[in-house]
């Protein structure tokens, strides 16, 4: 039976607080009241735990909009930001929506410690495996945990849609409530749930969790949790997901009882459209508020990527835990030390300025937190002595791009608007994307005639800014432990490992899936069915020019051991095994690494637009 809220005398409401029923299940013993909390959120910080610099576009002292570089993010920053809000808010839950580990040099050299050691300086409430915590097995992700829980805080890892299989690390029989589906806090004395959820066919088939350890469909377990809480008298339940914006709304639409979904997977900035006056792009409001399966209301929320934003979400909730309202900020974390190139600005420009990041009410100037900065100085000084080393130069910015068009990865870039806005990218995709395909093109060709390599855009993981190129970017371009790999291949098999891909991005939203080649290219339509996206393929000859490609044909193909044991949905390419497979051993940021040192004058450039593998592209509609 549904209850109301009435006005009446005191003797009364106190007739009406004793009622259990009111707030949901027989066991609710949870005062029937109204309750603001505070959600403060991060995702997808992939070990980046250093500042970066971003450029925004400031108010001058002359009244005149500029662009001008400022450092941004870092955890330490993060960590400061968390502790400054939650100083100033009642009933707040700290929570880190997944995709901690695999991006930097830190990860490379300590497997998670370092990250495990600043997100315990944060001491989160709950953390929501992501998908690139299984990059390394099982056994990675318990390596990981084991690093978060080696502090005090001993922060819940949650997940209510894996299964681990029998032999692995992380099955309960070994590791009792390691990875648990959900956990319950009191905040103002009342309940509230937190539910766990991992992008599932992403996670199964674009890393590397123990064969066994299955992940289930993302929307039935969360409703089955959900159910299981609400049984239990919860009535205010927020799911944590690592499934990607786009599902994150989708999901809500669908599910009955949620309240709250803190996401992450898809890197999403959010925030008001007066973001774009200072050179970001939010993708959609923060926070964006849909509905549920019965028109309840639902806030959704994510946190853009790399440490470069904590959000702050207040949700109120009324005497029976239905949400009556939420609002919050995206704080983008950045210093205050704004520079023309390495120049500081002027006194007065810099007043103008820090009137006008006051006035966009989403830019927060944040000192790094002194403890934090400490417990990260030793990682660091590990980072620095490996990865200082400067091996060669980028001639211009090298843009991160997944998947061109506008609509499913319009702000990958960390380099702002000039990467994100730029007519080729979004004509052709990412410039350090194709870069890598044609290093493993020319790599591969030291060790054995290729004629095409293959490469996802989401194995890729960062710009290159023009300027020095050191070992530490070409490992953060290039962070897993993959290895080239050569294939056999028909034509016919090519393009329908190409078709494997797309859709991996169409059809589950897996952006980071769509191909790069080198040696081959193509025209692409989304619009069409899987089968018919590609079309006008061309293969480049040994004197540059282009002719049509041979579905009959057998071409000796270069790729990462992870696309050829058939990962990121590039499913024909795992069929091809025995004697047409060849592990060539070659570490694949190495091959990058020797393709810079290959270079006129060591730098990299842009490849001419003919060499790009997506030549024409349609996007969804």
């Not at 393929?537 to 696309?563: C, E, K, M, P």
């Amino acid at each position: 039976m549904r209850c109301f809220r009435f006005f009446a005398s005191a003797a009364v409401l106190s007739l009406l607080s004793s009622l259990a029923a009111c707030g949901g299940g027989d066991d609710d013993d949870s005062p029937s009241e109204p309750l603001e909390i505070t959600i403060l959120h991060v995702n997808d910080h992939h070990s980046r735990l250093d500042a970066e610099t971003l450029n925004l576009a400031l108010l001058n002292a002359a009244g005149a909009r500029e662009s001008v570089t400022v450092d941004l993010g870092g955890f330490p920053r993060v960590v400061a930001a968390i502790e400054e809000i939650a100083a100033a808010s009642t009933n707040v839950i700290k929570i880190h929506a997944g995709d901690a580990t695999t991006g930097d040099l830190y990860f490379n050299l300590t497997e998670g410690e370092a990250d495990a050691a600043l997100m315990n300086q944060v001491c989160f409430d709950s953390f929501t495996v992501g998908n690139h915590e299984f990059d390394y097995g099982d056994a990675g992700l318990k390596q990981f945990i084991d690093h978060l829980h080696a502090g005090q805080c001993k922060t819940p890892v949650l997940s209510a849609n894996i299964t681990f299989s029998a032999d692995s690390p992380l099955h309960p029989s070994r590791a009792p409530d390691l990875v648990r589906p959900s956990i319950v806090i009191e905040r103002g004395g009342q309940k509230i749930g937190l539910i766990g959820l991992t992008i599932a066919a992403k996670t199964q088939n674009a890393s590397r969790p123990d064969a066994g350890t299955l992940l289930t469909d993302e929307l039935a377990a969360a409703q089955a949790e959900i159910d299981r809480l609400k049984a239990q008298g919860v009535n205010k339940i927020v799911v944590q997901s690592h499934v990607g914006y786009s599902l994150e709304t989708a999901l809500a639409a669908q599910l009955d009882g949620v309240d709250v979904i803190v996401g992450g997977d898809s890197h999403t900035l959010l925030g008001p459209d007066g973001m774009e006056d200072y050179g970001l792009n939010p993708a959609g409001d923060y926070p964006t508020r849909v509905t549920d399966k019965n028109g309840k209301p639902v806030c959704v929320v994510q946190a853009w990527q790399y440490s470069y934003v904590v959000g702050e979400l207040k949700v109120n909730f009324d005497a029976q835990g239905e949400v009556t309202g939420c609002t919050g900020t995206p704080h983008v974390l950045i210093s205050d030390a704004f520079r023309r190139g390495s120049t500081p600005v002027n006194d007065a420009d810099k007043a103008a300025m820090l009137a006008d990041v006051t006035a966009s009410q989403v830019l927060r100037v944040t000192t790094p937190d002194a403890s934090a900065t400490a417990v990260l100085q030793p990682y660091a000084a590990q980072k620095t002595a490996f990865g200082s080393e400067v091996v060669g130069q980028a001639g211009t910015n090298l843009c991160l791009r997944r998947v061109p068009g506008t609509r499913l990865d319009p702000t990958r870039s960390s380099l702002g608007a000039a990467c994100n806005q730029d007519a080729g990218v979004i004509a052709h995709g990412g410039d350090i994307q194709q870069i890598v395909a044609e290093a493993f093109l020319q790599g591969a060709r030291e060790f054995f005639d290729a004629d095409v390599s293959i490469q996802n855009g989401g194995g890729v993981r960062a710009d290159v800014a023009a300027g020095d190129v050191t070992v530490q970017k070409v490992y953060t371009v290039l962070p897993f432990k993959n290895t080239l790999v050569q294939l056999e291949a028909t034509g016919a098999e090519i393009k329908a490992a190409l078709e494997d891909a797309i859709d991996g991005v169409v059809a589950n939203t897996n952006t980071g899936s769509y191909p790069y080649t080198g040696g081959l290219r193509f025209d692409v339509d989304l619009t069409q069915p899987k089968g018919s996206r590609l079309s006008n393929l061309q293969i480049r000859n040994a004197n540059g020019s282009y002719a049509t490609f041979d579905l009959a044909a057998t071409y000796s193909v270069a790729t990462t051991n992870f696309l050829a044991d058939g990962q990121d949905f590039y499913t024909t390419l795992g069929t091809i095994t025995g004697a047409r497979r060849s592990d060539v051993g070659l570490d694949y940021a190495e091959v990058l690494l020797t393709y810079l040192e290959n270079q006129p004058g060591h730098t990299l450039n842009k490849l001419p637009v003919a060499d790009y593998s997506t030549q024409g592209f349609v996007d969804l509609p």
